[in-house]
């Protein structure tokens, strides 16, 4: 079982930075591949961004490339979505998401764990 909490979210104006954090429980959090994905008011859950279990390789939804990254450290259970120059259009919940199976993936039915999300506002 894994426990996934995130935190990190707010209210920001159009532009500016926010950096959200995943902690995850258990001891093999280093074996699972973890994603992003958000959920706006009236939209269904849709993939951000993911990465490997070492980091070394990351994927991105076409609309957040050159603005939000995403990154881990497998030594404090945590993965990280550094996001830049964010628009109104990225208010949503965001919620991190952990895969058993090592290969990466966008779709949302493929992930095991899920956290309970962390809302992200942004202001025009």
């Known amino acids: 079982q894994v426990t996934l909490v995130e935190s990190g979210g707010g209210l920001v104006q159009a532009g500016g930075s926010l950096r959200l954090s995943c902690a995850a429980s258990?001891?093999?959090?280093?074996?699972?591949?973890m994603g992003w994905f958000r959920q706006a008011p009236g939209k269904e859950r849709e993939f951000v961004a993911a990465?490997?279990?070492?980091?070394?390789?990351?994927y991105y939804t076409d609309s957040v490339k050159g603005r939000f990254t995403i990154s881990r450290d497998n030594a404090k259970n945590t993965v990280y979505l550094q996001m830049s120059s964010l628009k109104p259009e990225d208010t949503a919940v965001y919620y991190c998401?952990?895969?058993?199976?090592?290969?990466?993936?966008?779709?949302?039915?493929?992930?095991?764990?899920w956290g309970q999300g962390t809302q992200v506002t942004v202001s025009s």
């Open positions: 990465i490997s279990w070492s980091g070394g390789s990351t």
């Open positions: 258990g001891r093999t959090f280093s074996r699972y591949v």
């Open positions: 998401a952990a895969r058993i199976l090592s290969i990466m993936t966008t779709r949302k039915s493929e992930y095991d764990y």
